[in-house]
């Protein structure tokens, strides 16, 4: 599955073919990465990165997980998915990462979009959830622009560089989406 964001750039359905060229961009982009996300210093190797997207393979069968490899110009440039999908409770969470080069450009908060409109409309969800860390102030920018609803903080409720983060729990219903 291919999902145009525009001319120059999509979200192409998790493909463990890309392992090599994901390896490569966390890699390049290790410093920028860790700031905010606990798995990047246990990746390291393609066959690392393998194992993940087969992993995500394995969920997405299960109706788990729903995760895509966002390309630029041709070139990937980070991750985006709907995970922890909960078919009973309707629920999901939208998680995403993007090289430092990439960022600043719109595609996070275009991707985001196409992800509500896959949860809302083809996967029937209710309510879909993004955590960012409370000092992470791009990642919050997303939800806040979309207009997601602010819920409140999860106290130290993920660990990155041997600490905890705190994270701001943001949701947005299917009764407060706006197709766009």
């Not at 390896?23 to 798995?39: E, I, M, Q, T, Y």
């Not at 991750?79 to 996070?108: D, F, M, V």
């Not at 106290?155 to 947005?172: C, F, G, I, K």
Request: proline share 3%.
């Amino acid at each position: 599955m291919i999902i145009p964001l525009n001319e120059n750039t999509k979200l192409v359905f998790n493909q463990v073919n890309h392992a090599a060229e994901l390896f490569a961009l966390v890699d390049g982009n290790r410093a920028h990465l860790s700031r905010f996300l606990p798995w990047v210093p246990h990746m390291l190797s393609v066959t690392d990165m393998e194992r993940y997207l087969l992993n995500c393979e394995k969920l997405n069968r299960e109706g788990l997980d729903t995760s895509f490899n966002i390309f630029h110009r041709d070139q990937v440039v980070g991750r985006i998915g709907l995970s922890y999908i909960n078919k009973a409770n309707k629920t999901a969470n939208i998680g995403y990462w993007l090289s430092e080069k990439a960022q600043g450009s719109g595609l996070i908060g275009s991707a985001v979009k196409k992800l509500l409109a896959l949860a809302y409309e083809e996967l029937k969800l209710n309510r879909v959830e993004i955590k960012a860390a409370t000092i992470n102030q791009r990642s919050k920018a997303i939800p806040e622009k979309l207009g997601f609803r602010f819920e409140g903080i999860l106290r130290e409720a993920e660990w990155v560089n041997n600490e905890p983060l705190d994270l701001m729990l943001y949701s947005l219903l299917r009764s407060e989406w706006t197709k766009e």
